[in-house]
């Protein structure tokens, strides 16, 4: 079974139309198809919707687990970076992280996958370190420092995985706003103007119809009323 795309819903914009519609058959089975069209498409784009309303509450909750997380993870950086300050300076300790960029190589690929048609971001993060000296002393620096560079690298892990959470939400709100507006579209202009088209025509070709139909019997009663005035004569 084939599924109507969402970009096929652009051209719905072109049953709008700012000229008056002739009345005749044609146009009236084309309306009749075009109404067909959109209900199918407004059908379609109200169940992606629903699948992207159950993703956004699926990601939220995940999200806010990682962001929770993360910030609990952050304020302990902060709080033995702090305490790293206070006991070797933060001159030190600022040239000691220079240094270390010679023994951590950090790589960062990114790459997308889709999830209900959609886009979305996934990040490949991988810290190579060196195997060379520590940049520091182990005599004259904190014991601080060993436990924040521990947790530095668990912290660089957190963020890229509340970094593709937070991305993959944005990504999913935004389809949804769109998807909502093409439905309100449908619902509250394009689908009331076709039927309202569909209405008027109707009502034309009808009194068309009865017109003829009256035309025709006038005419059949003329023709039978000639035929017995030539027999009588």
């Not at 999200?63 to 702090?82: D, G, P, Q, T």
């Not at 300076?89 to 790459?111: A, C, D, T, W």
């Not at 706003?177 to 619902?187: H, P, Q, S």
Request: aromatic share 12%.
């Amino acid at each position: 079974m084939r599924i109507l795309s969402i970009n096929t819903t652009e051209k719905w914009c072109d049953f709008i139309s700012f000229r008056e519609i002739k009345p005749t058959k044609t146009n009236f089975i084309n309306l009749l198809k075009k109404l067909n069209f959109a209900l199918k498409g407004k059908n379609f784009l109200g169940f992606k919707r629903e699948m992207l309303m159950f993703q956004i509450r699926k990601n939220y909750s995940n999200y806010v687990s990682y962001r929770k997380e993360f910030f609990k993870l952050y304020r302990e950086v902060m709080i033995k970076l702090n305490q790293c300050y206070k006991e070797m300076g933060k001159n030190q300790v600022n040239m000691i992280s220079k240094i270390s960029k010679i023994q951590y190589k950090p790589e960062v690929n990114v790459g997308f996958i889709r999830d209900i048609g959609i886009n979305t971001s996934r990040i490949n993060y991988q810290l190579r370190e060196e195997k060379h000296l520590p940049a520091y002393s182990f005599e004259d620096s904190s014991h601080y420092l060993d436990e924040l560079i521990t947790i530095l690298k668990i912290f660089f892990e957190k963020l890229i995985q509340l970094a593709e959470k937070e991305d993959s939400l944005l990504i999913f709100t935004n389809h949804f706003k769109k998807i909502d507006r093409r439905i309100n579209g449908l619902e509250n202009i394009i689908i009331p103007n076709i039927n309202e088209d569909i209405i008027k025509i109707k009502k034309i070709l009808e009194e068309s119809e009865r017109e003829s139909f009256v035309r025709l019997k006038k005419t059949k009663n003329l023709i039978s009323r000639k035929i017995a005035s030539n027999e009588r004569s």
